[in-house]
């Protein structure tokens, strides 16, 4: 699978738009680009998935590049309950997640 | 719609001995995979069942084995505990190999 380099850690303020972003250089062409997040002790939380095209669904759009080299997870109107690590997972299929450190979003009032 | 349920929520164990953690998939979800996460780090990927077979092992000693029961759900046990095995154990299932959902994850702690 694809290795992913996330900045370890970043603020936003409430109520504005998360920009969150994966690098993923080596993926290859039917690999999928998913993100989960997970709030303290819990169990992690998926979010979204895409392939080539921009995807978007109740929670955040996710944004790939046409080289599919790099993409953007949006989370429109944080708020703090968005507070959460965030992983950016290369893969092929969902068979075998593999976490790095992820992103540690902090959303501030 | 009930999502992925683990049982126990909390366990403490001593070294050497053994122990088995439940996992129940999300209704009309046939994978389960099996991850154990230590403090502060990401979880790592233990193995996967479809089919009542295990699929997929990551890097994790035969101590740690597993099973799927025709209901899909699944138990993971493992043997002669070390200090080093306290950790967040987490379940996921999925539909065939699709986004897993995850569940809220045993908390073992040996001692």
Redesign the interface.
């Known amino acids: 699978d694809a290795k992913t380099t996330q900045p370890p850690s970043m603020d936003c303020a409430e109520g504005r738009a998360a920009n969150l972003p994966c690098n993923h250089s080596t993926i290859s062409g039917n690999e999928y680009v998913?993100w989960?997040r997970q709030i303290h002790?819990?169990?992690?939380?998926?979010i979204i998935?895409g392939l080539k095209n921009n995807e978007t669904n109740e929670m955040a759009s996710l944004i790939i590049t046409e080289d599919r080299k790099s993409s953007t997870l949006i989370l429109p109107h944080a708020t703090l309950r968005d507070t959460a690590v965030y992983?950016c997972i290369v893969v092929m299929?969902?068979?075998?997640?593999?976490?790095?450190?992820?992103t540690r979003l902090t959303i501030n009032p | 719609d009930a999502g992925v349920t683990q049982s126990p929520t909390h366990l403490i164990k001593t070294r050497g001995q053994q122990v088995t953690l439940r996992c129940s998939p999300k209704s009309g979800h046939d994978t389960v995979s099996w991850y154990q996460q230590a403090l502060g780090q990401g979880p790592q990927f233990i193995f996967q069942y479809y089919e009542e077979e295990e699929r997929q092992r990551g890097n994790f000693p035969d101590r740690f084995s597993g099973h799927q029961f025709p209901n899909y759900s699944s138990e993971l046990n493992v043997n002669a505990l070390l200090l080093g095995d306290s950790a967040l154990y987490l379940c996921a299932s999925s539909l065939r190999f699709y986004e897993q959902y995850f569940g809220p994850g045993t908390r073992l702690t040996v001692t």
């Open positions: 998913y989960y002790s819990q169990g992690p939380q998926y998935h992983y299929g969902a068979q075998k997640l593999v976490f790095g450190q992820g």
